[in-house]
């Protein structure tokens, strides 16, 4: 089951910055600018209607911001541990919203039973055809026409992904069109209820539409589970929170509350007077970022660059014959995923996998206990740092010609292709400071051998 924005919206993050860094952040957010969207027809018909079903709140205001799009701002100096924002449940869209409306007959009684997720799906796709008509069409009005998310990528996008998003990015649309392809009884029985015929109404590009609107909008509300549905259901849309934008330093609080029926959020650190509120979405890297929200946080300190183990990687290490008994090794030992390097260096997990195919064949009993932490001797050391370096220099070559392919196809694309790009150049310039960050730190481990592992070689020992 995918998490929501989700599960941990938010459960909080990270050390606590520093005194510049503070300097840095308040010197930032004097340049940014923002434009009230509170008077346009859109907002004020969908603080009308939340009104209508009993929210009240003076301390945010719908804003459009020069770094972020838009977000809200706080309209008076938010305390630590006030109350950020608290929204009715009657202003959330669940599964129950779904079941209790015209929806409610076709899906109760349609086998086998649908998910939470394309249960909500086809009722934003329904609601948004029967336009103004429809009791949520204040929210839906304000919702995005269309999403950076992966489903949404075309191919020439998609070839200049890193290598190891690009598979789950495929992945998702693949899993998009699935669902739509899979269910298109179901969809035909909704026809009594379309003013249109159903072929045009839940159309692909509809449900991909839907589809990350709920996964990249809703908040995690676990439900008990329906006789009608199957499956988890932790799906909540929440109009006017969902504007609340990502930032990996900041920590809130949230879940709904059973005492007071509402979905509550609190600051932990509090909120300048007219600065944007945010909140964590958790702890994710760039690349987590972008696949389930269709953005990136410039300078994420969660960000790492991931190293796959494919042929191109592994051209590195030719000339080792037994390169491929030690592969079968690390993957039986689950060792070949989440390799990483971040801005303080390569990952434990890589440069142990690194220090195992430093050792020869005749080290066979002693791979195990490398993988167990056990020290190699400073050459073999040596040898995992360099050769760390050489994966980064690879990595690092990908990303430039990929930038580069960016910028060309910047030039001759339109609008909608172009956002997708732009997203996609950000991951790559912040893997490429990442990787440029560790290649430091590598020179540095290479001129100070004193801070390798190091242990007494044997007479097997290889150059």
């Not at 869209?93 to 779904?98: C, E």
């Not at 549905?229 to 932790?234: I, K, R, T, W």
């Not at 890297?285 to 946080?297: H, K, S």
């Not at 956002?419 to 991951?427: G, N, T």
Request: proline share 5%; with cysteine.
């Amino acid at each position: 089951m995918r998490k929501t924005r989700k599960q941990s919206i938010m459960r909080g993050c990270g050390r606590r910055a520093g005194r510049a860094k503070r300097k840095r952040r308040r010197k930032q957010e004097s340049t940014i600018q923002s434009v009230s969207l509170c008077h346009q027809q859109q907002y004020v018909c969908l603080m009308k209607f939340l009104h209508q079903r009993g929210f009240t709140s003076t301390l945010l205001q719908s804003n459009h911001f020069t770094d972020t799009g838009r977000g809200l701002q706080a309209q008076k100096t938010i305390k630590p541990g006030q109350l950020l924002i608290s929204l009715p449940e009657s202003c959330l869209l669940t599964t129950s919203t779904v079941l209790d409306s015209y929806l409610g007959t076709y899906i109760k009684s349609w086998k086998p039973r649908l998910s939470p997720l394309l249960a909500l799906c086809v009722f934003l796709v329904c609601e948004r055809h029967r336009g103004e008509a429809s009791d949520w069409f204040p929210y839906i009005d304000v919702l995005p026409t269309t999403y950076t998310c992966p489903a949404y990528f075309s191919d020439d996008v998609m070839a200049v992904l890193p290598s190891s998003v690009r598979r789950r990015a495929l992945e998702q649309r693949e899993a998009v069109l699935e669902i739509h392809s899979s269910n298109q009884d179901f969809f035909r029985s909704l026809q009594p209820i379309l003013s249109q015929p159903v072929e045009e109404v839940l159309t692909y590009e509809a449900l991909r539409w839907a589809w990350c609107s709920v996964n990249t909008r809703s908040v995690f509300m676990s439900r008990p589970s329906s006789h009608f549905l199957s499956g988890q259901d932790v799906y909540a849309l929440a109009p006017f929170l969902d504007l609340l934008n990502h930032r990996p330093d900041v920590q809130v609080s949230a879940s709904f509350s059973d005492v007071s029926g509402c979905y509550e959020i609190r600051s932990v650190a509090g909120i300048r007077r007219f600065q944007q509120a945010f909140i964590n979405y958790g702890s994710h890297d760039n690349q987590r970022l972008l696949l389930e929200y269709g953005f990136v946080a410039p300078g994420n300190p969660n960000s790492v660059v991931y190293v796959e183990t494919g042929e191109k990687e592994l051209c590195v290490l030719r000339g080792d014959r037994s390169l491929e008994q030690k592969i079968k090794f690390l993957k039986e030992n689950n060792f070949l995923h989440n390799l990483t390097v971040s801005s303080e260096g390569p990952s434990w997990r890589l440069m142990t996998a690194l220090r195992l195919l430093a050792l020869p064949q005749t080290l066979y009993p002693q791979w195990k206990a490398v993988l167990l932490g056990q020290a190699v001797c400073e050459e073999r050391e040596q040898w995992s740092v360099q050769t760390a370096r050489a994966l980064c220099l690879r990595l690092l070559q990908d990303t430039h010609t990929a930038l580069d392919k960016i910028s060309h196809r910047l030039q001759q694309c339109d609008q909608p292709i172009r956002e997708q790009l732009d997203v996609v150049k950000s991951l790559r310039q912040e893997e490429r400071c990442i990787l440029g960050s560790c290649l430091e730190v590598l020179r540095g481990m290479l001129r100070q051998p004193d801070h390798l592992s190091s242990c007494q070689p044997d007479d097997s020992a290889v150059g």
